[in-house]
């Protein structure tokens, strides 16, 4: 496809732009144009060096490797073994034209997370995450806002910008399904994760394994007692009431 960058595109910040093209076809343009912070990320390295802690595994590219292309060679390897990821239309270094392929997952859960249609919506997501996760990769980026529902109700993972090559597999699959955890469990704080997570697998295996990671990170229920209460660190909440169901 010969595809021009609208001009608007170009002159704006906005990250994301949704193009609808003259044939009506609709497509989304990702501009690679983030700093990304680097002292977070080297605080982040080293407290993985010295705890090994799954969850802090760093998943941030090295900065002089273009987002666009790193991505845009993600989607093309997992479209070739057929997982569903949205196809790539044009790339160069600061631009990714993708086909658009619906809605965040997390809007449709927005309003009614238990209802009937959510529940399949996220056992659909969970597959998806399986079927990544069985072909040998992780996400890096599980959280449902990265899971379109396309209109045949089907869903699509997006988001494939994180090195997830920087800790071991069996790592960032857990910490796929942590994030996935965390980011439902702001939209229904009444979520059962071992109920989730058996939707994931089964066995109740990965239940049982993020229960015995989350159990180190038991300290952080402190966040529920004064003088904590008064900031809001809606994910490290999320991830208390986690520690507390799992661990
Ligand atoms: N292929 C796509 N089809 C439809 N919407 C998309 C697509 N890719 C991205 N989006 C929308 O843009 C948002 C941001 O894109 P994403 O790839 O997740 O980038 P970011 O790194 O900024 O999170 C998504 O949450 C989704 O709403
Ligand atoms: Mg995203």
Request: aromatic letters at 6%.
């Amino acid at each position: 496809m010969t595809y021009q960058i609208p001009e608007t595109v170009r002159a704006g910040r906005s990250r994301v732009f949704v193009h609808v093209l003259d044939s009506g076809e609709r497509v989304v343009v990702k501009q690679d144009n983030e700093p990304r912070g680097r002292i977070l990320h080297l605080l982040q390295r080293v407290a993985y060096r010295l705890t090994g802690a799954p969850l802090l595994a760093p998943t941030v590219l090295a900065p002089d490797v273009s987002r666009a292309t790193f991505e845009a060679g993600v989607l093309r390897r997992y479209g070739a073994l057929g997982l569903p990821v949205p196809k790539v239309l044009y790339e160069d270094p600061s631009y990714l034209v993708l086909s658009h392929e619906g809605e965040p997952l997390e809007s449709f859960l927005r309003d009614n997370p238990r209802s009937a249609r959510s529940q399949d919506l996220i056992a659909e997501a969970l597959a998806a995450l399986r079927a990544l996760h069985e072909k040998g990769h992780a996400h890096g980026g599980a959280q449902i806002r990265n899971f379109l529902v396309r209109q045949d109700g089907r869903i699509v993972l997006i988001d494939f910008e994180e090195n997830t090559g920087s800790a071991p597999l069996e790592h960032m699959k857990l910490r796929d399904l942590l994030q996935f955890l965390i980011s439902l469990s702001k939209r229904d704080s009444q979520l059962d994760p071992v109920a989730v997570c058996s939707i994931y697998d089964a066995s109740g295996r990965s239940a049982e394994r993020l229960g015995s990671i989350l159990a180190r990170y038991r300290i952080l229920k402190i966040v529920n007692r004064k003088p904590f209460l008064r900031f809001r660190m809606k994910d490290v909440r999320a991830l208390v009431t986690l520690i507390e169901k799992l661990a």
